[in-house]
């Protein structure tokens, strides 16, 4: 399932074929998500990338600790890293504190009016992405992670065993572990992640480069077209492949 070879289909191809006011501000049950994902054909190719399969691990974590997802990824990891503004926000629509808006065309016009995207319900995502979280926080979480605070190594190790992603559902040359995207740089080596998108606007990318060096992205709208999807993963490339300061001095003096 966290390698999204599972063969299940993703649940949310069918909830953004409907009009938006039918499940924007809607509470959604992880069963019920899961029920509509039985209800679709599978997928015709091997890796396909499913939020339901995140839904069926919520719902193991449950079983197995007697606790909801939520409140073992807040004990076991947000609390003990101090992600102060990392959390699940339930039926709440408003983000906490000083925020970005996020937007989206309206209607599928190409001179379409942008509506606000910002406040959505976002138990759509279960414990496939409902948290709420900051870019500073999301840089900590993936230090920590593949710095060793989280996990011990032979499980990382576990995490970073990959297959080839669907070029069609990421890009040429991305792989995909176990949660985690792996993608090749021009540079050299890769860097290892993941990101995000709600429908309303908000794209996220968090990584580990070579070296240790780490980003974290945010958009107020999800890149429209095939250039601006490039650009903005260019950006994590130009982060990871730009010569840091020491290196700037030696290729200068």
Known sequence: MLQHTSGLPDYTAALVQLPLEQWRFRHAE??????????????????????????????????VTGHGVESEVTRRILRPLGLRDTYWPGDSTRI??????????????????????????????????????????????????????????????????????????????ARYGLGLIASPLECGGWWWGHGGTVPGGH???????????????????????EQAEADYRATAETAFCAPTGDQQLKETS
Not at 108 to 118: I, K, M, N, V
Not at 203 to 225: D, E, H, M, W
């Open 30 to 63: 992880p069963r019920e998500l899961i029920a509509t994902a039985l209800k679709m054909p599978p997928p015709e190719k091997k890796w396909h990338y499913a939020t339901t399969n995140y839904l069926l691990a919520g719902l193991i974590v449950e079983k």
């Open 203 to 225: 794209r996220a990318l968090g990584a580990v480069g070579p070296g240790g060096r780490s980003i974290a992205l945010a958009l107020t709208a999800v890149p429209s077209t």
């Open 96 to 173: 906490r504190g000083a925020h970005s808006h996020s937007y989206f065309s309206a209607t599928d016009e190409p001179d379409a009016p942008l509506a606000d995207g910002t406040e959505w319900n976002m138990t759509f995502g279960g414990a496939g992405g409902a948290l709420v979280s900051t870019p500073a926080d999301v840089n900590r979480f993936f230090r920590a992670l593949f710095g060793g605070k989280l996990l011990p190594a032979r499980w990382l190790a576990e995490m970073k065993r990959t297959v080839p992603a669907d070029p069609d559902r990421l890009w040429p040359g």
